[in-house]
């Protein structure tokens, strides 16, 4: 009988869909969850003279998975990437280390040596800041404009700092595009004898990740195949890579900040989720159990997240009611220089419950947003619905 615990799930990279490359897989941890082969199938119309129905046909293949995982560093990068339908891979890391930067009031970084145009960084995208000795000049910032020696940053207020502590700049980035993305998955029942499901032309159709107090950082993926199908051995190269050895985190040590219309907020957030949501448009040609189409549609972002209602959360009220459309941004703090940042240069909120919850209770607010491209990604021939930032170890 097979164990729940003795299933591994990996994935790798489709270069044409519904063809699994000779290539490794990639483990990824799971908390639970699913892959259906999902038969369609039609019933007879013909009329019987004893009254009963005529037989049934299978006249499709619709196969199915999704997963529930707790969050960590490296593992789900991937995803995140088809999340966003993403027009490149992760860029290249930013990785600036010198003792030559300094800070100024007015949101630059300066520098005698260091050509910040040469460094891989992207207006619209997020670098992380650190070693200068005053702590607003270190963290999150978003870059505005780029000169030779000059980096202009916006959603935070770096003060004068002379150079000379070493100071270091990370991050890559994805965005929103329109490549569509495709995967080849595989599950083993490691408890018995060769034994595996792999599921081919698997695209993505949501992303989600949530936080709530006193939990550990959630995420869910989905996805719709063209086909799955038995195999008696490993797929692609026969090897499976196993899953980078990183924790988990709780948003104690995981929630970092979060930023709503560039600025930080100062006041509690009780609640976060983030959602894309990616309609596939599955399609059969005559003759064909198995899918032999799967055009994408636009990813949907949304989200939600809870606040009490106080004199300093009062403007969020008012924002609901002026349906003000503004940037609103989060960052996941892993440990060990393993960090996420997640932006939506514009959002508007589209619902707030604000119900009274009785006796001896607090009253909440509780924002539904939906993001959508404009804003100040970088400039309006570029605007986007998301950017997600990362640094690595």
């Known amino acids: 009988m097979a164990d729940a615990n003795q ?21 990824f ?14 019933r007879s119309q013909t009329v019987r003279s004893d009254a009963q129905l005529a037989d049934s046909k299978k006249v499709g293949e619709a196969p199915t998975a999704s997963y529930d995982f707790e969050l960590a560093a490296q593992i789900y990068d ?16 930013v990785a600036i280390s010198g003792t030559d930067i300094a800070a100024t009031n007015s949101q630059t970084f300066t520098s005698t040596s260091t050509d910040f145009t040469a460094e891989n960084i992207a207006v619209g995208q997020w670098v992380y800041v650190a070693g200068f000795s005053n702590a607003a000049n270190n963290g999150w910032f978003k870059v505005t404009t780029i000169a030779t020696n000059t980096l202009t940053v ?26 569509e993305h495709s995967y080849s998955l595989q599950e083993q029942f490691q408890d018995l004898t060769n034994r595996y499901h792999v599921m081919t032309g698997s695209r993505l159709n949501s992303f989600g990740l949530t936080q709530t107090p006193g939990g550990i950082i959630t995420g869910a993926i989905s996805f719709d195949g063209k086909g799955r199908a038995q195999a008696s ?70 989200g939600s997240f809870s606040v009490y209602l106080d004199d300093t959360t009062w403007a969020l009220d008012t924002n609901w009611e002026s ?14 220089d393993d960090r996420f940042l997640i932006e ?35 400039g309006s021939a570029a605007e986007k619905t998301v950017v997600i930032t990362r640094t690595q170890t």
């Open 323 to 336: 349906f003000t459309k503004q940037a609103l941004a989060f960052s996941i703090d892993l440990q060990n």
């Open 344 to 378: 939506m240069p514009q959002v508007v909120f589209t619902s707030e419950p604000g119900t009274n919850p009785g006796l001896d209770g607090d009253v909440m607010l509780t924002f539904d947003f939906a993001a959508e491209p404009g804003g100040s990604h970088g």
């Open 233 to 302: 051995s490993k797929a692609g190269d026969g090897t499976v890579n196993a899953a980078a050895s990183e924790d988990v985190s709780s948003e104690v040590d995981g929630f970092s900040a979060m930023w709503i219309g560039g600025s930080a907020v100062s006041y509690d957030i009780m609640e976060l989720s983030f959602n894309i949501s990616i309609p596939n448009r599955p399609a059969k040609g005559l003759g064909n159990a198995q899918r032999t189409r799967m055009p994408q549609g636009s990813p949907e972002v949304t």
């Open 78 to 93: 991937d995803f995140m990437r088809s999340a966003v339908r993403s027009d490149a891979d992760w860029s290249t890391a």
């Open 7 to 27: 299933v591994q799930v990996s994935y790798t990279r489709e270069t044409t869909w519904g063809t699994t490359p000779a290539n490794a897989f990639n483990a």
């Open 154 to 179: 916006s959603n935070g207020t770096p003060t004068t700092e002379s150079a000379g502590a070493t100071i270091t700049m990370e991050g890559s980035y994805v965005w929103s595009g329109s490549t």
């Open 29 to 42: 941890p799971i908390t639970g969850g699913s892959m259906a082969f999902g038969i369609e199938t039609v």
